[in-house]
């Protein structure tokens, strides 16, 4: 098998900087695979020569390219014989946290249920159960400036369609893949993000992120406040009622909720609720409504705590009161960790 001669480089060399007229990096990275090599040994020493003498082309006609090992903007793998380059850009990663307002948007996409996302009667064609998503409405600026081919959103946990997110905000990653523009300024999509979307969403502290912190973000499974708003079918006891501020690290026997078996594996989970606080009582000695604040562990379902969910939650509210009640507003108040 033959080396590559000096020609080949300056080719190959070319061929790699014309990428930057379409994409933007300012690091790159080489690797070779060879086809056809006589020996192993040739083969190792064919990728050490195209690497060595490639990269010095390129840091000479690009003095402000960098080779690097460690996360570069721009992968590019040579097949040698042949010399053709495929080119893989770094995805984006900006993290930050995300509020949201409308009790009416999911977090990410939801697919139609009577196609599956392929698009029928129902969704207009769309494929999608909700015309609007918190990813959505947070990736199109980013899309369109970054011109990537498409968004990803990572995030700690998630809420139900029809809770707000307040206080600081869930810890999100947004991955754009293929982007070809990488100096982006963040501050200024966020705050037009912030005053476009006031009425459904908010962004908080976005930046650019390693991609390491994506695995740190999977790993992560904090605790949660909520507030509820419960409202009982029958006249509670006000002295019952008043006694779930008592509540301390309560056990809880958590199988799979009914609304959600169809998509998840029937499971008995045990979640701890760590406090409760009640509050605007509607009523005198028979409260027929409460606001429960509470916070729990993570992957804890809130609305089943308060109704009970035909026995799957044990205890639960219901139970505790001993009058039928359920969950007629939820918010998440806090999500206790930091990226
Ligand atoms: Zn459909």
């Known amino acids: 098998m033959n080396f590559p001669t000096n020609d080949d480089i300056e080719r190959i060399a070319a061929e790699i900087l014309r990428m930057r007229q379409e994409y933007e990096f300012h690091t790159f990275w080489l690797g070779t695979t060879t086809k056809g090599a006589e020996s192993a040994e040739q083969g190792i020493a064919l990728k050490g020569d195209m690497n060595r003498r490639l990269g010095q082309c390129i840091e000479k006609c690009a003095p402000d390219l960098k080779a690097r090992l460690h996360r570069p903007e721009a992968k590019f793998i040579i097949t040698w014989p042949g010399g053709i380059v495929a080119f893989h850009p770094l995805p ?22 009577y196609c599956d996302g392929l698009g029928c009667e129902r969704c207009d064609g769309t494929g999608k159960r909700y015309q609007r998503t ?59 993000l912030n005053r476009e979307f006031s009425s459904e969403i908010g962004v908080l502290q976005m930046r650019f992120v390693e991609p390491g912190l994506l695995e740190r973000l999977r790993h992560l499974s904090p605790d949660k406040s909520y507030r509820a708003r419960v409202r009982c079918a029958l006249p509670a006891r006000r002295e019952a009622v008043e006694r779930l501020n008592d509540l301390r690290d309560l056990l809880l026997g958590q199988e799979t909720p009914r609304r959600v078996l169809h998509r998840r594996p029937n499971r008995l989970r045990p979640r701890t609720v ?66």
Not at 98 to 110: A, D, G, N, T, V
Not at 309 to 336: H, K
């Open 274 to 339: 760590r406090w409760c606080r009640v509050a605007n009582l509607a009523g005198g000695e028979r409260v027929s409504e409460f606001d429960l604040t509470l916070r729990t562990e993570a992957g804890a379902y809130i609305k089943e705590f308060i109704s009970g969910d035909e026995g799957r939650t044990e205890p639960c509210v219901s139970r505790l009161l001993g009058v039928p009640c359920d969950c007629v507003e939820l918010d998440v108040l806090e999500v206790f960790c930091d990226l």
């Open 92 to 113: 984006l990663f900006i993290a930050g946290r995300y509020l949201k307002f409308s009790r009416e948007i999911p977090q990410s996409r939801w697919p139609c249920r």
């Open 134 to 192: 918190v990813e959505e409405i947070m990736a199109a600026p980013l899309l369109a400036l970054s011109r990537a081919e498409g968004s990803k959103l990572h995030s700690v946990g998630r809420e139900d369609v029809d809770a707000r997110m307040l206080g600081r905000g869930r810890p999100f990653i947004l991955e754009l893949a293929n982007p070809r523009v990488r100096s982006l300024e963040l501050a200024p999509i966020e705050e037009r």
